[in-house]
């Protein structure tokens, strides 16, 4: 059940710790949570964590149980993974909602209260140099040598306590929708399943569509298109 909070008046998380001096199991609970949740630690999941955070303080709100919160998320970078952990959005639950807009923006709406908020990431705090851009692709292409490897790790731990202890209007774009969240999809809802007569599997209701007059699924379906 997702909760009003007015009385979290907690202040932006760059006035209480000094990352860069803290181990691993020192971060806040919800941080390891979502570090646990995405499988390593990354500058992207430290933006998406911070991003869900500001959203859920801004909302007055908790991790939702069930669809209290609908999140929709415009990219489908390593962010994602912390407001799924924070917000308890999900596409299981059908709570998550991808724009494939390429931007790391992600909106966060309370059905209950009417109110939304978005987040939209405006530039990190230090961007690579160039120096550092070649780095970052020996690494990636695994050209890097084990020296190399360990200078690119210490880049990114310094990149990531960077941005978890930056003040978040240096990160972010913040703006409320007051009546975004009034225009929000229904529900999901749980469909009856029917038989593909192709390849004999259930396949939800709503998904499922006819093909020279038998139930077929759409892996099962051909796609008629002229070109438009």
């Not at 801004?58 to 069930?66: I, K, M, S």
């Not at 999140?71 to 639950?93: H, P, R």
């Not at 120096?131 to 990114?156: C, D, S």
Request: charged letters at 25%; one cysteine or more.
């Amino acid at each position: 059940m997702v909760e009003n909070a007015p009385g979290d008046s907690s202040p932006d998380i760059a006035a209480n710790h000094r990352f860069e001096k803290l181990s691993p199991h020192e971060y806040p609970a919800d941080l390891q949570k979502a570090i646990a949740f995405h499988g390593h630690f990354c500058p992207g999941l430290a933006i998406g964590y911070r991003a869900a955070r500001t959203a859920l303080q801004h909302l007055g709100v908790t991790r939702a149980e069930d669809e209290e919160l609908v999140a929709i998320v415009e990219s489908d970078g390593c962010g994602i993974d912390a407001v799924q952990a924070l917000a308890g959005c999900t596409i299981g639950k059908g709570n998550l909602i991808f724009r494939d807009y390429g931007k790391q923006a992600y909106t966060l709406a309370c059905r209950r209260t009417n109110q939304a908020v978005r987040i939209a990431v405006t530039g990190e705090s230090d961007p690579l140099r160039p120096e550092q851009e070649q780095l970052k692709t020996a690494v990636w292409q695994g050209q890097a040598t084990p020296a190399e490897e360990q200078e690119w790790h210490q880049i990114q731990q310094a990149r990531i306590a960077r941005l978890l202890s930056a003040p978040e209007e240096k990160l972010f774009k913040i703006e409320s929708l007051p009546d975004f969240a009034r225009n929000l999809p229904e529900k999901a809802q749980i469909f009856p399943s029917v038989i593909c007569a192709y390849c004999g599997e259930k396949v939800m209701e709503a998904r499922a569509r006819l093909r020279n007059g038998k139930i077929a699924c759409l892996a099962c379906t051909t796609e008629y298109h002229r070109g438009w």
